[in-house]
T-cell receptor
Framework: DTEVTQTPKHLVMGMTNKKSLKCEQHMGHRAMYWYKQKAKKPPELMFVYSYEKLSINESVPSRFSPECPNSSLLNLHLHALQPEDSALYLC???????????FGAGSRLTVL | EDKVVQSPLSLVVHEGDTVTLNCSYEVTNFRSLLWYKQEKKAPTFLFMLTSSGIEKKSGRLSSILDKKELFSILNITATQTGDSAVYLCAVAERPWGNAGGTSYGKLTFGQGTILTVHP
């Protein structure tokens, strides 16, 4: 298995909703990442987990809450989002000693 | 502030043409430069370059890095419609964290080049 699987593919939520994005990989990668990509812009790093521990938080607002329950799963919990948070959220993973990230297909989030 | 700049921002060619995409960078502690292809959603890995002057090749695609002049180029020969995509350049910076033997860190992406190949 050489894939990073993200669900859901599309999500529409109101500003008062609570939802979660999920990411799964079975490549044995111990570093996992969340990136945010706005239309026609490059991906921007949000969070990095290494060995299930949060290693990098790029000053992301607290309405985004990451969670890494085990080495294969990464979640992004969403609460009280704003319309400007609408974007493609990409999950990625990497193996030990490598800078190469494997990306998932992303979750397209629309906040109304 | 660290920067990764790609040019051109968009490019329209016909099948069979050769294209050259450019990526220049200004980062404090360079570790490696990566090229990704993004069609619709997931960026897919093309090349990673760490040393100057060593060309990486994969079929019709090739890339080279110049660490003195701080740039990289991605060449695509005999383009096909399936090459239409956004090509992203990204730089990995030191320090690259290492916990329990796993490396992790930050990739800074350029804004991408939109390549459109017409039949």
């Amino acid at each position: 298995d050489t894939e990073v699987t993200q669900t859901p593919k599309h999500l529409v939520m109101g500003m008062t909703n609570k939802k979660s994005l999920k990411c799964e990989q079975h490549m044995g990668h111990r570093a996992m990442y969340w990136y945010k990509q706005k239309a026609k812009k490059p991906p921007e790093l949000m969070f990095v987990y290494s060995y299930e521990k949060l290693s990098i938080n790029e000053s992301v607002p607290s309405r985004f809450s990451p969670e890494c329950p085990n080495s294969s799963l990464l979640n992004l919990h969403l609460h009280a989002l704003q319309p400007e948070d609408s974007a493609l959220y990409l999950c990625a993973s990497s193996q030990a000693g490598a800078n190469v990230l494997t990306f998932g297909a992303g979750s397209r989030l629309t906040v109304l | 502030e660290d920067k990764v700049v790609q040019s051109p921002l968009s490019l329209v060619v016909h099948e069979g043409d050769t294209v050259t995409l450019n990526c220049s960078y200004e980062v404090t502690n360079f570790r490696s430069l990566l090229w990704y292809k993004q069609e619709k959603k997931a960026p897919t890995f093309l090349f990673m370059l760490t040393s100057s002057g060593i060309e990486k090749k994969s079929g019709r695609l090739s890339s080279i890095l110049d660490k003195k002049e701080l740039f990289s180029i991605l060449n695509i020969t005999a383009t096909q419609t399936g090459d239409s995509a956004v090509y992203l350049c990204a730089v990995a910076e030191r320090p690259w964290g290492n916990a329990g033997g796993t490396s992790y860190g930050k990739l800074t992406f350029g804004q991408g080049t939109i390549l459109t190949v017409h039949p």
